[in-house]
């Protein structure tokens, strides 16, 4: 197999990621929500409340089943240090995240994270590279969720045979056929308080380099408000509803811009779709599996 300078597949198949520990409360738990607007139109919500107060006397607040997309926040840096692969990180793209929740997260935890590339292919100009984040509750060894992530890295690609493109993947591909607030102004900076501070989302200037009128809203946030939405009209306001979570970004978000979630129910999954109301334009797709449905539904 032929290797150009940018990336050869054997060292990047090849690599180990350092194992690592993220460490939450419930403070961090109550920021993240708030950073993907709950409680933002209502502040006394009944449906969401729960994720930033101990209401009516709960011992601990409710945790999205997004919040687990935080738990690899501190890999994504690893990527760059991957031997035999070159790209520019300003040009990186966020392509697809799924989610599996095996547990409700709890609202303090240390967690032990174990991380693979899950998959890598040649896009011709680009590559794809997928990476597993398998997270455990460190005191119980228990598995809390599982992330992969895969990202888009212009110029890494071209190093196969282009009629026969390499394609790795050690799992199955999940492919789906397929009005929540406005976003604020300050959406992206609010955000990044919850850790992701790439500067593409709060830096005008490396904004416009990578191609952008201004600073971009993180995909993680725009699925964030996403779920929540799906959340309070499909699942009455239980998180616990929620079993897995596939996402396909396919167009950025400008803070400030409304999203509305379309959403479609096939036995127990829920289809999705978020547009940006202002340009018309899909941002977000994919599904939501659910354990089972509301009673009401």
Known sequence: MAHNSACNPDLVLAHKFSEGTFTYTERDVAVYALGVGACGRDAVDTDELKYV????????????????????????????????????????????QYIEINKPLPANASIHNKVTVA??????????????????????????SLNRTSVFLRGAGGFSDPSKPFTYSNYPVNQTSMKIPKTQPFAALLYRLSGDYNPLHSDPKIGKAAGFSRPILHGLCTLGFAVRAIIKCICRGDPDMIKSIFARFLLHVYPGEALITEMWIEDLRVIYQVKVKERNR??????????RLAASL
């Open 119 to 144: 998959g890598l292919h040649d896009k011709g100009k680009a590559s794809v590279l997928e990476i597993e984040t398998r997270s455990y509750e460190k005191e119980s060894g228990e598995l809390l």
């Open 282 to 291: 899909a941002v977000l797709s994919g599904y939501v599996q659910l354990h």
């Open 53 to 96: 107060y101990h209401e009516n006397g709960q011992q601990f607040i409710k945790v999205l089943p997004t919040f687990s997309t935080l738990f690899f926040i501190g890999v994504l840096p690893q990527i760059t240090s991957i031997p035999g692969l070159q790209f520019n990180v300003r040009l990186l793209l966020h392509g697809q």
